[in-house]
């Protein structure tokens, strides 16, 4: 059987993380792609005793730096087996009538563009080789829309759109396209929401016990460890303790 190689954006913490640290376990060499070369040169470090490792930097909001770092790849990683469209930010909790404008263009650059320029810069590789897998990761926000979650709601019902529109378009070139959307994980996600408030941020995962990032990556794992004539086109997954966005059992 032959090695895979995985290309992982927002590989530099949480459920990339967590993914890429499992895809290494499991004998996947990985491509981790972040904004923050000294993350990305740690996890290197730890993760290259096991498997090729190769680090990118980059933010996928910028077109330019994203078919560049791509297109930069060595000929070990010429091949990409795996996307993992993980990089996404959530941005505010605001009404949309008090919402950053700033903030608006950062989830939609980060979350619709970015995973549009990453899938563009990699599908062609996928299609001459006809094979690969497309991971897209969404949210709960992909499928339902709650209380001043508006921009970043659109920007994952956007992702959970792209998704099946990837499906289709692709259909017939050997490539599977699925998404997974995780409910509330506990990982750096609401302090970035937050802007760095970590008491606040902490709060949303009190009274009850959240998903972790390790959790989404063994899904992640599974999901690309099927049978290639099986494809898992799209998973919603929740805590028990989770019900909805807004419904959740906290003591």
Not at 110 to 132: C, D, E, F, R, T
Not at 145 to 172: E, F, T, W
Not at 174 to 179: L, Q, S
């Amino acid at each position: 059987m032959n090695t895979k190689n995985a290309l992982i954006t927002g590989a530099t913490s949480g459920i990339g993380r967590a993914t890429a640290k499992l895809f290494a376990q499991n004998g996947i060499n990985v491509i981790i792609c972040g904004r923050r070369q000294d993350r990305l040169n740690e996890l290197e470090k730890e993760l290259s005793a096991k498997v090729k490792v190769q680090t990118l930097t980059f933010d996928v909001a910028d077109k330019k730096a994203v078919f560049k770092a791509i297109e930069s790849l060595p000929q070990a990683f010429a091949q990409i087996d795996i996307l993992i469209n993980n990089a996404g930010n959530a941005h505010g909790l605001d009404t949309i009538q008090d919402g950053s404008i700033d903030d608006w263009e950062a989830m939609l650059d980060i979350n619709v563009k970015g995973l549009l320029y990453v899938s563009k810069a990699v599908m062609p590789k996928m299609i001459a080789q006809k094979s690969g897998h497309i991971i897209n990761i969404g949210s709960t926000a992909a499928k339902e829309v709650y209380p001043k979650g508006n921009v970043y709601c659109a920007s994952k019902h956007a992702v959970d759109a792209l998704n099946q529109a990837m499906r289709i378009d692709l259909n017939g070139l050997g490539i599977r396209v699925g998404a997974v959307h995780p409910g509330m994980v506990a990982t750096e996600f609401s302090e970035v929401r937050f802007k760095g408030d970590t008491q606040k941020a902490a709060n949303v995962y009190k009274g009850f016990h959240p998903l972790v990032a390790d959790d989404i990556a063994d899904i992640i794992h599974f999901v690309v460890t099927r049978p290639y004539h099986v494809n898992i086109a799209d998973l919603v997954v929740m805590s028990t303790d989770q019900a909805t966005s807004t419904i959740v059992n906290k003591n």
